[in-house]
């Protein structure tokens, strides 16, 4: 065979999966930046659910979304919002379509894994005082201990009330600490596993050491930090068992590496691909063809349980409800809708290469990632999209020039994890996972590529553009 018919036939039949940075015109660059730039803002307004709630309902409004209330008149080119209990957000661009034609969804979650505090969480030991917490979420509990930490929620007064906490976020401001042994002292602590090193009651967060009152008296430090607490919020000790209140990385997002190519910051998982839904709905300036539908869930990290998670019924209410303004049943809405599930997937780390399958291993710089399936155990707790769906997101975001990979968590029976896409599919909705790749995900401090974030967003514009 000749050199060039090689060649040729080579390009003609294997896969040449390429890095993004050889696809991506330098004129996207900018754009790119741009993007990212808007990213990392959102991220340090959203280190809660609660906060990215906030955010988004202040980025849609000036976007031109207004509340939307069941009964509400709604034509095509409306732009509605939906806020579920100040803890997840769902936005529509009533498409030029009925809803009958089905509608295009992007669902992300805002909420991360983090430290609750627990109801009854303020305790003196030894002359300090401390928060016991309970942690929220998958998290490795070693890498949550001496680094700065911030608390924010809100306290619920039997009034219904709401006090917003924000203590440890502003420069200039103390923050909180668990702390850890000292190597020295650490040889017992050394032979354990790692998930048994720091127990999950030793996460508890240090919140001073300056007695007040006379030294004859007890539970000083207690007492001190009662008083400082109910200075700022004019709250009791009792008032913390109606609270909501969550320890967080103390960072904010910043670049990483020398060429800047990276973003670091608590949280990527799943605010890149909340960020990405909201950005691409907002940016669309032309009605759709067919309703586009942004929906940022809480509670994906303990299962999407809940009245705020995504098998809530406040999704069907609320499609239901705009279902009926146009006189459409919401099955058969559902029935031809298709779900991006917006979810982050591993990216491939070579310094911990063992626990991946290379070959279907997200490789960071090569765009947003699609999973067919995640789940663990043979595919148990997927919802397996089938090759008719991932056809139709292969042929969308080709179209659209996405760059896209396709992957798998990691290693067969190396582990496993879950998204929201089952919750959609059980709907009788077509649905695909897709979204950013990331590493060391779950710590503190996550890191994604500014190439897979700008990708993603625009392969969520793909899907609420699409036409059929
Ligand atoms: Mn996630
Ligand atoms: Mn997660």
């Known amino acids: 065979m000749e050199k060039n018919d090689y060649k040729e036939l080579k390009e003609q039949l294997l896969s040449t999966k390429k890095n993004g940075y050889d696809i ?38 000036a976007g031109g979304y207004r509340p939307y209330s069941p009964g509400m008149d ?21 498409g030029k379509n009925s809803l009958d034609q089905g509608i ?42 001496t680094i700065p ?14 006090i917003t906490v ?23 602590q050394n032979k354990k596993p790692l998930s048994e090193a720091i127990p999950g009651e030793t996460l508890n967060l240090l919140l001073g050491s300056r007695p007040i009152g006379g030294e004859e008296e007890s539970g000083r430090v207690k007492l001190a930090v009662m008083k400082l607490l109910n200075e700022k919020y004019g709250i009791v000790e009792d008032d913390l068992t109606s609270a909501e209140l969550e320890a967080v990385p103390a960072v904010k997002a910043c670049d990483i590496g020398l060429d800047r190519s990276l973003i670091g910051a608590y949280g990527h998982d799943d605010r890149v691909c909340a960020y990405a839904a909201l950005k691409a709905l907002l940016d669309m300036k032309e009605t759709p063809a067919k309703t586009a539908v942004c929906i940022l869930a809480d509670k994906e990290e303990i299962g999407s349980d809940g009245v705020t998670g995504m098998q809530s019924a406040a999704f069907d209410a609320f499609i ?13 809405c559902f029935a ?112 994604v590529s500014k190439l897979d974030c700008y990708e993603t967003y625009k392969g969520m514009k793909a899907v609420y553009q699409a036409e059929r």
């Not at 959203?46 to 980025?59: F, G, H, P």
């Not at 924000?166 to 017992?188: F, N, S, Y």
């Not at 239901?320 to 058969?332: F, K, M, T």
């Open 24 to 61: 991506l015109p330098s004129a996207e660059h900018a754009a790119m930046e741009d993007y990212c730039a808007g990213y990392k803002a959102f991220l340090d307004a959203s280190k809660t659910e609660r906060l990215c709630a906030a955010e988004t309902i202040r980025l849609a409004e």
């Open 74 to 94: 709604v034509k095509s080119g409306d732009k509605v919002y939906v806020c579920n209990r100040g803890k997840a957000v769902m936005l529509a661009h009533i």
């Open 104 to 145: 295009q969804l992007a669902a992300a979650h805002i909420d991360s894994p983090r430290l609750d505090l627990k109801p009854n969480p303020l305790y003196e030991d030894s002359e300090l005082a401390y928060f016991k917490t309970h942690y929220y979420g998958g998290i490795r509990k070693y890498q949550w201990v």
């Open 149 to 162: 930490l911030a608390l924010h929620g809100v306290v619920v007064l039997k009034d219904g009330s709401r």
């Open 166 to 188: 924000r203590i440890g976020e502003d420069e200039g401001e103390p923050r909180l600490v668990i702390t850890d042994l000292l190597p020295h002292l650490g040889a017992a």
């Open 320 to 332: 239901e409800d705009l279902c009926a303004s146009q006189g459409v049943p919401l099955r058969a």
């Open 336 to 447: 031809r809708s298709f779900c991006l599930s917006a979810d982050v997937t591993a990216a491939f780390d070579p310094n911990f290469a063992d626990v991946f399958e290379k070959r279907n291993g997200a490789q960071l710089n090569y765009g947003v990632g699609l999973c067919k399936y995640t789940g663990a155990r043979g595919k148990s707790g997927a919802s397996d999209a089938d090759a008719e769906t991932v056809a139709y997101v292969r042929r969308l975001f080709d179209e659209a020039g996405v760059v896209w990979q396709i992957s798998e968590l990691g290693k067969v029976d190396a582990g496993g994890g879950g998204t929201v896409a089952m919750y959609m599919a059980n709907r009788n909705i077509n649905t695909l996972d897709a979204g950013v790749p990331v590493l060391s995900m779950h710590a503190p401090f996550e890191t």
